[in-house]
């Protein structure tokens, strides 16, 4: 029986039967796939529906998937989805009432119906955004029961990233490309001379279980250094970094910095950057009634600081204009996060650059603005030193 923090390899067949004694076991298996020209997180139901031979290509505002020959299943960095799309649905029934005989309503709480998920590929930097995620949603004095429910029956199976994406920063938000904590099994793939297969490390009992349940082999030396060396040689190749200063005095200091009107000059707005970041948790509610009055439904669906109402109060928007709601965003990200849960926002995963249609940078735009207070008050500032997470 295998120990937690031990270690193995498995095969392309050890992967196969992963994800057959998941769906045996009921489990919704959800892992990285093809579709639309991305690589989408989805239902597996076997690992024929993973991205085999498939890897992206990233910049600002761009995102292509190419073909490669070695057929690795893990090549790419993080697609337009997050886990949160699972753990905190994009749209949840809270409850429901109808019109009761005497006229008075009558409450229905939404019956859970939540899958015993396992998520196979989570990315380091996700990794660290759902447990930013447990502390915003699971955690404090009004935790969202459903979030706990769906976690709390979540297996976590990791994937170390060994070519991170041009537009990864996961390094300089304190993260990297390596897996600490947090999950069930951990893998890194190895594709060379000696064949394809997964250096993995198990993180929990769930972790065991699973690893004696799968075919395996004791881990070999060379294996084990050839999967540590590539993720060491990942964390050197990021493709951007936030600037190395304190973030949190930067945004302090820059509430009335001229960067917010150059960016809100291009900003749409449209929130897709909200919409894709893993750790973004807004939410707002609706209510939905039927015609004739009789019945109505609440349900909670995400929100974004980009939208105009979200901030509106005694009937007007507090943040009327593109600079406050940008400014908002990125202030708190960066900064007023670690304030609300003592973490910061940003795990680096560069999905909102990617999936920005205006292809704006967050890591440039922190550049520019401690460049601008640079050259208001001198670079003794920038003798602050860097203290993101
Ligand atoms: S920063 Fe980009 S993705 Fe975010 S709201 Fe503005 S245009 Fe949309
Ligand atoms: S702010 Fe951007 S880079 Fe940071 S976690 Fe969210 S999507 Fe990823």
Redesign the pocket.
Known sequence: MAATGATAVIGRDGLAALITVLVAEGRTVVGPTVRDGAIVLDRLESADDLPSGWEAELDAGRYRLTPREDGAVFAHCAGPQSWKAFLHPQREHQWSARRGPDGTPVFTEAPPDDPAYAFLGVRPCDLRAIAIQDRVLAGGHYPDTGYQRRRRGALLIAVECTEPGATCFCVSTGGGPAADAGFDLVLTEVVDDDGHRFFVRVGSGHGERLLTAIPHREADLTTESVARGAVDAAREHMGRSLPPVDLRTLMGASLEAERWNDVASR???????TMVCPTCFCTTTEEVTDLTGDHTERWQRWDSC?DLDFSRLHGGPVRASARSR?RQWLTHKLSTWHDQFASGGCVGCGR?IAW???G?DLTEEAAALAAERDAAVGPAARRDGRTQQ
């Open positions: 900003c749409l707005t449209c929130a897709n950057c980009f940008y909102c920005c249609p205006a704006i």
